[in-house]
């Protein structure tokens, strides 16, 4: 009788949580809706935080402190680089910003946002990852603040694309849609894993989806078909492991830098197979990236599509200790790669710096540890 009780009670949970989901508009018929538009100069500087993990167990003041220091780091570096008129332009949230954490943490991380945001002069995108479900909030709380954060580009209809945060950001000439597009960025939702109210009841991986796909390509068609293509999201997909096999096992030419210490999470299985890379390759992406495992920072160029891992940020849950008196051949690799030669955690940031409206791009990755005796920082190039 107790089991046929939580049948009935888990059925009507499932059933209020898809109510809202029906519906809504049609999002080939309204592609403009999902753009937002900024003004594109050249050495247009994204940086890439992803999985922060802000949870019922963080300090934020000690979170923020560190997030203060390498913001610092990130600033200074594109000024010495750049010029004194360099900035950071637009942060990437690339998922899992939270898990398990509640109200007080989304007010936390998105007025510190916001406030940083007032300080660089940046705006910043938020894409879900899979433990921004797994949460104390309700989930549309946390949708509902974004769109309300004055420096914050987030979109999020009731529509029929998969997921919560599908949306463009175009860089034209003047910032405005009256003008040319130099570069597309485009943020999608990669994986549901929790369901969508407090009450957790499920848990699961996912993917990109056929649709999320289609509505890539005809945004990219509505900026112009010419237009150099950028795509963020929070789980690696299909194509990154078919990548690393090519690499590893059919002795593929393929250029390749940094740490690979972990798999991909669900890649490889045929449940989670996307087709996103291998559709949108044919529709100018010329890069796509991505953050959830923790001890891969591994960048490759994969049929003409650079494939990037960012560094995972801060020292929430786990991430690797780069010990370079490691026996291990992955940590060897990857020290070769970098050209590092002391020992450090596998933490800190990614930076695109878009150099022209051709395509190019640089990328680097930072390594920002805090310590006692001055803390460590390492910038390299891909």
Same mark, same amino acid.
């Given at each position: 009788?107790?089991?046929?009780?939580?049948?009935?009670?888990?059925?009507?949970?499932?059933?209020?949580?898809?109510?809202?989901?029906?519906?809504?508009?049609?999002?080939?018929?309204?592609?403009?809706?999902?753009?937002?538009?900024?003004? $594109?100069?050249?050495?247009?500087?994204?940086?890439?935080?992803?999985?922060?993990?802000?949870?019922?167990?963080?300090?934020?003041?000690?979170?923020?402190? $560190?997030?203060?220091?390498?913001?610092?780091?990130?600033?200074?570096?594109?000024?010495?680089?750049?010029?004194?008129?360099?900035?950071?332009?637009?942060?990437?949230?690339?998922?899992?910003?939270?898990?398990?954490?509640?109200?007080?943490?989304?007010?936390?991380?998105?007025?510190?946002?916001?406030?940083?945001?007032?300080?660089?002069?940046?705006? $910043?995108?938020?894409?879900?990852?899979?433990?921004?479900?797994?949460?104390?909030?309700?989930?549309?709380?946390?949708?509902?603040?974004?769109?309300?954060?004055?420096?914050?580009?987030?979109?999020?209809?009731?529509?029929?694309?998969?997921?919560?945060?599908?949306?463009?950001?175009?860089?034209?000439?003047?910032?405005?849609?009256?003008?040319?597009?130099?570069?597309?960025?485009?943020?999608?939702?990669?994986?549901?894993?929790?369901?969508?109210?407090?009450?957790?009841?499920?848990?699961?991986?996912?993917?990109?989806?056929?649709?999320?796909?289609?509505?890539?390509?005809?945004?990219?068609?509505?900026?112009?078909?010419?237009?150099?293509?950028?795509?963020?999201?929070?789980?690696?997909?299909?194509?990154?492991?078919?990548?690393?096999?090519?690499?590893?096992?059919?002795?593929?030419?393929?250029?390749?830098?940094?740490?690979?210490?972990?798999?991909?999470?669900?890649?490889?299985?045929?449940?989670?197979?996307?087709?996103?890379?291998?559709?949108?390759?044919?529709?100018?992406?010329?890069?796509?990236?991505?953050?959830?495992?923790?001890?891969?920072?591994?960048?490759?160029?994969?049929?003409?599509?650079?494939?990037?891992?960012?560094?995972?940020?801060?020292?929430?849950?786990?991430?690797?200790?780069?010990?370079?008196?490691?026996?291990?051949?992955?940590?060897?690799?990857?020290?070769?790669?970098?050209?590092?030669?002391?020992?450090?955690?596998?933490?800190?940031?990614?930076?695109?710096?878009?150099?022209?409206?051709?395509?190019?791009?640089?990328?680097?990755?930072?390594?920002?540890?805090?310590?006692?005796?001055?803390?460590?920082?390492?910038?390299?190039?891909?």
């Amino acid at each position: 009788m107790k089991k046929n009780l939580f049948c009935i009670v888990l059925a009507a949970v499932m059933l209020l949580s898809c109510a809202g989901c029906a519906g809504g508009q049609s999002s080939a018929e309204h592609l403009e809706d999902y753009v937002f538009t900024v003004q $594109y100069h050249d050495n247009f500087n994204i940086l890439q935080l992803t999985d922060i993990h802000w949870n019922v167990n963080t300090s934020t003041k000690a979170s923020m402190n $560190y997030l203060d220091k390498l913001l610092k780091e990130v600033d200074g570096h594109i000024k010495k680089t750049q010029g004194e008129g360099a900035k950071i332009d637009l942060v990437e949230l690339t998922g899992d910003m939270f898990m398990l954490a509640n109200s007080y943490h989304l007010s936390t991380f998105i007025d510190y946002f916001e406030t940083k945001a007032e300080e660089y002069g940046f705006l $910043y995108a938020p894409v879900w990852g899979n433990h921004d479900r797994h949460s104390l909030y309700n989930p549309n709380e946390l949708a509902n603040r974004f769109k309300k954060a004055a420096h914050c580009v987030y979109y999020e209809p009731t529509d029929d694309l998969y997921g919560r945060s599908n949306y463009i950001i175009n860089l034209t000439e003047d910032g405005t849609k009256n003008t040319s597009v130099a570069w597309m960025i485009a943020h999608l939702d990669s994986g549901a894993s929790f369901s969508e109210t407090e009450l957790s009841v499920f848990r699961d991986y996912d993917y990109i989806r056929p649709e999320q796909t289609d509505w890539f390509i005809a945004e990219h068609a509505l900026a112009g078909e010419n237009v150099p293509a950028i795509a963020y999201y929070h789980i690696p997909q299909d194509e990154n492991e078919k990548a690393w096999v090519a690499v590893t096992e059919q002795n593929a030419d393929m250029k390749n830098k940094f740490f690979k210490l972990e798999g991909f999470a669900d890649n490889g299985n045929e449940k989670y197979a996307s087709d996103f890379i291998d559709r949108a390759k044919d529709h100018n992406l010329k890069a796509a990236f991505m953050g959830h495992a923790h001890n891969v920072d591994w960048t490759v160029e994969y049929e003409g599509v650079v494939i990037g891992l960012g560094v995972k940020t801060g020292t929430e849950l786990y991430y690797a200790h780069i010990n370079v008196n490691s026996d291990d051949k992955a940590m060897q690799d990857g020290l070769r790669s970098v050209g590092i030669t002391e020992n450090f955690d596998l933490i800190g940031a990614s930076l695109v710096t878009l150099t022209g409206k051709d395509g190019s791009f640089d990328l680097e990755h930072l390594y920002y540890n805090e310590r006692e005796n001055g803390d460590f920082s390492a910038w390299v190039k891909w």
